[in-house]
């Protein structure tokens, strides 16, 4: 098993090119997550999708689009990048199972925007 | 305020100390409770979830004290491959997990 996988791991863009980050998971998990990690401020939650079919805001939605394509892949877009939009991106996926929710982790995408 | 607060470190110790961290949260209705690990330039790893009663993996003790609303990981006989960051998170409610922004450990010999 893969686990979650997501492309690409390194990305430069321009300010207001868009692209799309891709996340897929092989573990049959409802729950997938996108997160953005930035220098002393740990994970934050951008947008999240309980089981397929649904997506919800997290905590910095703004400026990020997400599709839950199926129940395998979930993905990030960013329309038209900002130098603020520089940061590690991750996604995961859980499955809720005796009241542990662990959340299983890609490799991140590394995204500068200049 | 944060909703998770930690002290960022680094924690220079070396190889055989023992070495705790500690974590507080803001929210009382907080559910679950865990700590995680990163590498450096890698992804979070779950290390272990905390339980009111505490609850132990070989050199990691976990502990939590709801009233105080704080969290600490003790890890004894520390080894250099140790040396990470460690992320205190906890889950408000359904899926959604919170994060600190870490502790840094390095383990020199």
């Known amino acids: 098993n893969a686990g979650v996988t997501q492309t690409p791991k390194f990305q430069v863009l321009k300010t207001g090119q868009s692209m799309t980050l891709q996340c897929a998971q092989d573990m049959n998990h409802n729950s997938m997550y996108w997160y953005r990690q930035d220098p002393g401020m740990g994970l934050r939650l951008i947008y999240y999708?309980?089981?397929?079919?649904?997506?919800d805001k997290g905590e910095v939605p703004n400026g990020y689009n997400v599709s839950r394509l199926n129940k395998r892949e979930f993905s990030l877009r960013l329309e038209s990048a900002a130098p603020s939009q520089t940061s590690v991106y991750f996604c995961?996926?859980?499955?809720?199972?005796?009241?542990?929710?662990?959340?299983?982790f890609g490799p991140g995408t590394r995204l500068t925007v200049l | 305020r944060k909703e998770v607060e930690q002290d960022p470190g680094p924690f220079n110790v070396p190889e055989g100390a023992t070495v705790a961290f500690n974590c507080t949260y803001s929210n009382s209705a907080s559910q679950s409770f865990f700590w995680y690990r990163q590498d450096c330039r890698k992804e979070p790893k779950l290390l272990m979830s905390v339980y009111s009663s505490g609850n132990e993996d070989g050199r990691f003790t976990a502990q939590l004290n709801r009233a105080s609303q704080y969290i600490s990981l003790l890890i004894r006989d520390s080894k250099l491959s140790d040396s990470a960051t460690y992320l205190c998170?906890?889950?408000?409610?359904?899926?959604?997990?919170?994060f600190g922004a870490g502790t840094i450990l390095r383990v020199k010999s």
């Open positions: 998170v906890v889950t408000l409610y359904g899926n959604k997990l919170v």
């Open positions: 995961a996926s859980s499955e809720l199972s005796g009241g542990l929710n662990e959340q299983f």
């Open positions: 999708s309980a089981s397929e079919g649904t997506t």
